[in-house]
């Protein structure tokens, strides 16, 4: 289907190769790290060409596969920046930039280029997305009203992160974590899906606050908390709160005239979708509580792939759309305004 050269050999990375397993019909040509010992250890658990520059690993995918961007964020923009003006199209894990101004750049730069654009989170192409979105647009379940989304993370600054390693043996970069922040990391996962269901957002609302000055030693980090309210231009308002000191609570809850939809797992490609429809029992007013189970018309959607660490997400969906798109001479789901819009409305913290 399609060719795709890896540049960062992180935590990340094997997340991405762990999916590609699933995903024969794409080649992995090559990887690419400024640390040779981890691009090395990472080639060797996953028998991968090691590239010996920036240059010639972006040649090899230069105007027929992509260029996968699994670096620090920090340096999404110059990697992205370089991949483009050599005639790659990219696929970017988040946030495509730190800035909303940088992320303009690089679309601009893509569209001079005839190049696609696209960014991560790729959940918004998994089966429990596509099963609310369907569930919505389907009107069956009432007029969306008032959504709540949770992406709390547990106090992760007391979690035992020095033993989170991936499989080829990178740690988890939790002073980059920090540093970067829980908004620009996770708030895609479930904006993404609200932007794919009701389109673009008008207006954010939002407060933020780094509640733990100090985390394992890093000081001056990003906020560890934050909440917006989003209006969007058709749709239901919106609170998303994304924290890493509250309890874990991934809850995805949408309230209608009829009752809710609600999703337990933002990082399960396999959530289950139910619908807690709205009761009367004599003088009360209360919802299901078991609900009923939403699926498909089709029982097989995308590869499933099993729990790693936190997740049962198939990282692989968001550049095996993009390499699609590509073939078919035709604009990535992923890629576009909708990448930038998605850029733009995460950078409210």
Not at 327 to 333: T, V
Request: net charge neutral; with cysteine; glycine share 8%.
């Amino acid at each position: 289907m399609g060719q795709v050269a890896i540049v960062g050999c992180g935590f990340v990375a094997d997340l991405y190769m762990h999916a590609f397993a699933a995903h024969p019909q794409i080649e992995i040509v090559g990887c690419f790290d400024q640390d040779k010992a981890r691009q090395k250890a990472f080639a060797s658990h996953w028998g991968l060409r090691e590239a010996a520059d920036f240059d010639r690993l972006a040649q090899d995918v230069a105007g027929r596969g992509l260029l996968l961007n699994l670096t620090n964020p920090r340096a999404h923009f110059e990697v992205n920046t370089a991949a483009l003006e050599a005639g790659c199209h990219v696929f970017c894990e988040k946030p495509l930039a730190m800035s909303y101004e940088e992320a303009a750049a690089l679309q601009a730069l893509a569209t001079r280029r005839g190049l696609q654009l696209g960014t991560a989170p790729s959940s918004v192409l998994g089966e429990a997305a596509q099963t609310l979105a369907r569930a919505v647009r389907s009107q069956r379940y009432g007029t969306p009203r008032l959504v709540y989304a949770e992406l709390d993370d547990g106090f992760v600054a007391q979690a035992p992160l020095e033993h989170w390693v991936s499989a080829s043996g990178a740690p988890w970069p939790y002073e980059d974590e920090f540093q970067v922040g829980c908004t620009l990391e996770h708030a895609g996962y479930y904006l993404s899906w609200l932007i794919a269901i009701f389109g673009p957002v008008a207006r954010v609302t939002a407060f933020c606050s780094e509640i733990l000055a100090e985390k394992r030693g890093v000081t001056g980090g990003a906020p560890d908390f934050s909440v917006a309210l989003l209006e969007f231009e058709q749709g239901p308002l919106v609170r998303l709160t994304c924290s890493i000191v509250a309890p874990h609570d991934h809850r995805f809850r949408l309230m209608t005239d009829k009752g809710v939809l609600a999703v337990k797992q933002a990082w399960d490609n396999s959530a289950a979708v139910r619908f807690h429809k709205r009761l009367r029992l004599r003088r009360r007013l209360l919802e299901n509580p078991w609900g009923q189970r939403i699926g498909l018309p089709s029982k097989t959607t995308h590869p499933k792939l099993s729990r790693k660490g936190a997740a049962a997400m198939n990282f692989a969906l968001g550049p095996e759309e993009m390499l699609g798109a590509i073939a078919a001479s035709q604009p990535s789901r992923l890629s576009g305004d909708y990448a930038l819009h998605l850029t733009e409305v995460v950078g409210f913290h």
